[in-house]
Nanobody
Framework: QVQLVESGGGLVQAGGSLRLSCTAS????????MGWFRQAPGKDSEFVAA????????VYGDSVKGRFTISRDNAKKTVYLQMNSLKPEDTAVYYC???????????????????WGQGTQVTVSS
């Protein structure tokens, strides 16, 4: 089992920045990909970003490309999501996820991930 704990959400004005963190514990040796998804009220879950846990491979959702950056600190077993130029439409609950393999063509799908955090709320005011 892998446990994921997110932090860093909050309220920010449009154009501002936030950094989310997700720290993993437990059987982290089974993790090869870490990702972020988000879900706004009344909308489907949306892929945000993913990173290979062992190599510098990253993938971004189209709506955040160029504004968000995913990074990792293997020693701290933590993945970060730096969110810049935030927009009101970025408002959502953000979830961290971990999966056993990194497949470039599949990391955008929730089914690739076995473990999920509890979520952290991000609210962007206009």
């Amino acid at each position: 089992q892998v446990q994921l704990v997110e932090s860093g959400g909050g309220l920010v004005q449009a154009g501002g920045s936030l950094r989310l963190s997700c720290t993993a514990s437990g059987r982290t040796d089974s993790v090869n990909t870490m990702g972020w998804f988000r879900q706004a009220p009344g909308k489907d879950s949306e892929f945000v970003a993913a990173t290979n846990w062992w190599r510098d491979d990253t993938v971004y959702g189209d709506s955040v490309k160029g504004r968000f950056t995913i990074s990792r600190d293997n020693a701290k077993k933590t993945v970060y999501l730096q969110m810049n130029s935030l927009k009101p439409e970025d408002t959502a609950v953000y979830y961290c996820a971990a999966g056993p393999r990194f497949r470039m063509g599949a990391v955008r799908t929730a089914q690739e991930y076995e473990y999920w955090g509890q979520g952290t709320q991000v609210t962007v005011s206009s």
